[in-house]
């Protein structure tokens, strides 16, 4: 069984960045490929993007391209979000996801807030 | 970007059975938006229950089955439990993006 464990969230200002960060159990993570959901405070999910195995693939959801950047770094098990130009209405739990949706982490809270 | 729509609500009586459904603004949903149905409780993350139309996880309860109906996604609950009372949403695959439908709150009372 996969377990995912988010990091790097927080209280970030306005127009201020922030860089998410997301682990993975087990020894195939360069295997699969990988996502980022959020949720605002109660509300609906929200795909953000996604990652292939190698990289080599990456989409956007529109309300975040050009302003956030995923990437992964398979020796280390990891996967991140880079968020820049940070809206309020960005405040969410953001998860990651692996490809297929099966395995999801905890989430981490990003709270966008002067 | 499209835009996914859910029914907002759905009381149901323990033991019954009901639909819910997915549409998509670009037209009638087809096996080729490979539709995924969540369920997520408070305080959880989400679980997925279907993927790819009609695929179970090995966790998935034998009661909830998915399809394709007129032209939506469907998620079919044959036998409500009370503990099927969540948030359920499903998500379509657009060229490689997905999008998530608004949600249906399902009640069991």
């Known amino acids: 069984e996969v377990q995912l464990v988010e990091s790097g969230g927080g209280l970030v200002q306005p127009g201020g960045s922030l860089r998410l960060s997301c682990v993975a159990s087990?020894?195939?993570?360069?295997?699969?490929?990988m996502n980022w959901v959020r949720q605002a405070p109660g509300k609906g999910l929200e795909w953000v993007s996604y990652i292939s195995r190698r990289s080599t693939t990456i989409y956007y959801a529109d309300s975040v391209r050009g302003r956030f950047t995923i990437s992964r770094d398979n020796a280390k098990n990891s996967l991140y979000l880079q968020m820049n130009s940070l809206g309020a209405e960005e405040t969410a739990v953001y998860y990651c996801?692996?490809?297929?949706?099966?395995?999801w982490g905890q989430g981490t809270l990003v709270t966008v807030s002067s | 970007q499209a835009v996914v729509t859910q029914e907002p609500s759905l009381t149901v009586s323990p033991g019954g059975t009901f639909t819910l459904t997915c549409g998509s603004s670009?037209?009638?949903?087809?096996?080729?938006?490979?539709p995924y149905w969540f369920q997520q409780k408070p305080g959880q993350a989400p679980r997925t229950l279907i993927d790819d139309t009609s695929n179970k996880q090995s966790w998935t309860p034998a009661r909830f089955s998915g399809s394709l109906l007129g032209g939506k996604a469907a998620l079919t609950v044959s036998g409500a439990q009370p503990e099927d009372e969540a948030e359920y949403y499903c998500?379509?695959?657009?060229?490689?993006?997905?999008?998530f439908g608004g949600g249906t709150k399902v009640t069991v009372l």
């Open positions: 087990g020894n195939d993570f360069s295997t699969y490929s």
């Open positions: 998500m379509l695959s657009y060229s490689g993006a997905w999008v």
């Open positions: 670009t037209g009638p949903v087809t096996s080729g938006h490979y």
């Open positions: 996801a692996r490809a297929g949706f099966d395995y």
